[in-house]
């Protein structure tokens, strides 16, 4: 049996914008029109800067500087790939398990303290691939198994800790490979590699959104699948390489965290969700698809890590982060006025 | 061709999803006899509910969240704070650190419930948040570190380990949230809205019902019962810790959707969920017992977790596949 839903869908909008809902699309409203909320997360950022440097006058030392750059570097790298998914509507919580996969092969592959292998470069070879594979499988689950992406992805999640736990035997074990941790200690015009590996992480996911037509058809389904189909656009396709993506992005950060940490082990992704989806989100993409981008993302990843450097400094105790973070995802998703156009939220 | 529909057509019958997780249930329990013959007994079937009782509580909790056609992400971080706040409160106020763990759970629940409704948040983003949020304030209250309930302390959690006429306590406390969860899904106005809400949101808005409310409850019911599961887990484990109930969020989950209630929502319930956590509990026991690396379990139970969905969920409610 079939009932149209339409119109009782349409009487539902009304009664639902009541004050409350409304309040915080006219908190934005006051901000100005479509234009300017969008510069409101580097307003954020400007305004976290300036408070923090006028609490504490470290914060803008160069040495500081550094720093949070090469904290971002893990952080942005994951965001890139997460930004696609979010884009089409679609959500991935395999991030953790895909990075920890992705860290094991390259831990395991180049010279470490538990196995003889020494393949070098093409350990970081085989991580990337085998973080591209993890998305793939990810994808493919939910295109044809047709099942929505949170669920595809927890269950993608845990599979990819349980691999990367089994394999490395539950123990910590040591990358020992010179020339991969260069990419942590070698510096390049004062930043650490790994930060330069960040920036070109962001140009190719800037010029696969804005030049290609893969970035293009992304945007298209999450604005309207429906839409983006009548148009033509190979929907599955897309989806399974949007998610091959964004593990390959996963993958190249599990490199650097393990390069950074020098050792993978089995919570070397813990909290790594929750710091690329708040940094996704703040940044101003929506939840809901089709708006926003990998600039936004750069700027909600710095907005994450300057406010932890921040809280550092004020000597806040670090363990109220992913708090504070959660507020942020909060409030984030609360005032952008996109989510007016859902009429069911699940 | 025609076969793969018509076998489709059984696994996507209304009926045969309660019966499928029943059959395999038996199934699983009569594998384990004929290659241990003995397990069958009193005590060991005791042994596997009581393992089972911290999974089942927490998975009827999720529930409610699930059958509304929501999640709840924040369970684990629920219990886990549940278990640090009877773990640091036993020794100053006793018995009565059992209320104020389990009613903060009850509050993050419903704070859960109100962002997702009053802010319009989706409730996997809304959970995640909260979650976050939980686990932030569980890690400061706690240092980082886990609490040993010492001595003093455990006087007032031995209740819970002990055993009433040959059943341990927690096989009976779990059995009574099960009982009460089942009534008040079947019986209560608060379930039969819950179910509507999941079956269908618009008609049942349209039928008067206080759609946002019963979202918020079925939320703060959520986190009260995995508020009463981080605190059963405390006692058993004699600690609590920030991290004390993070494996087990995959588990709950795996057992209500293993159990046959659809993650679309308006289908399912506790009985169903009961069934799911005997299943996950036994396939955790046949794993050790066949000698399935111990780390390997996240991986069955991922796997276990995709299929389940993709034969429950009721692709008709999704117009698109998000």
Same mark, same amino acid.
């Given at each position: ?346 | ?194 179910? =509507? *809400?999941?079956? /269908?949101?618009? !008609? ?6 206080? &759609?946002? +409310? %019963?979202?918020?409850? @079925? ?35 795996? =057992? *209500?959707?293993? /159990?046959?209630? !659809? ?6 319930? &506790?009985? +169903? %969920?009961?069934?799911? @956590? ?45």
């Amino acid at each position: 049996m079939t009932i149209s839903t339409e119109p009782l869908k349409s009487v539902s909008d009304i009664e639902r914008t009541t004050l409350m809902t409304l309040l915080p699309g006219r908190i934005a409203a006051l901000f100005g029109g479509r234009r300017w909320r969008s510069l409101a997360p580097l307003a954020v950022l400007i305004a976290l800067c300036v408070l923090i440097t006028i609490a504490n006058p470290n914060f803008i030392e160069l040495r500081n500087l550094v720093r949070v750059a090469n904290s971002a570097a893990v952080p942005l790298t994951l965001a890139m790939g997460l930004t696609f998914i979010i884009l089409m509507g679609s959500i991935d919580l395999s991030v953790e398990g895909t990075l920890s996969v992705a860290a094991m092969v390259v831990v395991l592959l180049a010279a470490n303290d538990s196995n003889g292998n020494d393949y070098g470069w093409l350990a970081v070879l085989a991580a990337i691939a085998a973080g591209t594979a993890m998305g793939l499988v990810s994808g493919l689950v939910q295109t044809v198994l047709r099942i929505p992406s949170f669920m595809a992805t927890l269950g993608m999640w845990f599979i990819g800790l349980g691999l990367s736990v089994y394999m490395l035997g539950g123990s910590a074990i040591r990358l020992n490979d010179a020339s991969i941790r260069e990419l942590a200690l070698t510096r390049l015009l004062g930043l650490p590699l790994a930060v330069w590996v960040a920036a070109g992480a962001f140009l190719v996911a800037a010029i696969i959104q804005y030049y290609t037509r893969l970035g293009r058809h992304i945007l298209a389904i999450g604005g309207d699948e429906d839409v983006a189909k009548l148009s033509g656009v190979n929907v599955a396709r897309v989806r399974v390489t949007a998610f091959a993506l964004a593990g390959f992005f996963f993958g190249i950060a599990g490199v650097l965290a393990a390069a950074q940490l020098g050792q993978s082990h089995a919570v070397i992704g813990d909290g790594r969700l929750f710091a690329a989806v708040t940094a996704v989100v703040v940044g101003g993409t929506a939840l809901t698809g089709g708006e926003g981008g990998v600039v936004n993302t750069l700027i909600g990843v710095l907005i994450v890590t300057v406010l932890a450097n921040g809280m550092i400094l004020l000597g806040i105790s670090p363990y109220i982060q992913q708090t504070v973070q959660g507020l942020m995802i909060i409030a984030a998703v609360a005032l952008s006025l996109d989510r007016m156009r859902l009429k069911i939220v699940k | 061709m025609n076969e793969a529909f018509s076998i489709k057509r059984i696994f996507e019958g209304k009926w045969t999803q309660g019966a499928i997780p029943l059959v395999l249930l038996v199934t699983l329990l009569l594998i384990i006899e004929i290659a241990a013959p003995g397990f069958l007994t009193g005590e060991t079937v005791a042994l596997l509910f009581a393992n089972t009782a911290v999974l089942f509580i927490l998975a009827t909790g999720v529930t409610f969240a699930i059958l509304l056609g929501g999640i709840d992400l924040s369970i684990q971080a629920v219990a886990s704070l549940a278990s640090v706040i009877l773990a640091q409160l036993l020794p100053s106020l006793g018995l009565a650190a059992f209320p104020v763990a389990i009613l903060s759970g009850l509050a993050f629940g419903a704070l859960s419930g109100i962002v997702h409704v009053k802010l319009r948040v989706p409730s996997f983003v809304a959970t995640l948040a909260t979650g976050g949020v939980v686990t932030g304030i569980a890690l400061w209250v706690s240092d980082g570190r886990a609490i040993t309930i010492e001595e003093g302390g455990r006087e007032n959690t031995a209740w819970i380990n002990a055993t009433i006429a040959g059943l341990p306590v927690v096989v009976l406390i779990s059995a009574v949230i099960g009982i009460a969860a089942f009534l008040a899904l079947r019986y209560t106005r608060f379930g039969r809205q819950a179910i =509507a *809400v999941g079956a /269908g949101e618009p !008609a049942a808005w349209a039928a008067g019902i206080n &759609v946002d +409310r %019963t979202k918020i409850i @079925a939320f703060a019911a959520s986190g009260m019962l995995a508020a009463v599961a981080g605190v059963v887990l405390a006692a058993r484990l004699s600690s609590g810790s920030p991290v004390l109930a993070n494996q087990l969020l995959l588990p709950a989950i795996a =057992a *209500v959707i293993v /159990g046959g209630t !659809a993650i679309t929502g308006g289908l399912g319930g &506790v009985a +169903r %969920t009961a069934v799911g @956590a005997l299943i996950i509990s036994i396939v955790r026991i046949g794993m050790t017992f066949v000698g399935v690396n111990i780390f390997l379990e996240n991986m069955v139970f991922g796997a276990v977790l995709i299929a389940a969905v993709a034969i429950t969920i009721d692709r008709s409610k999704m117009a698109v596949i998000k």
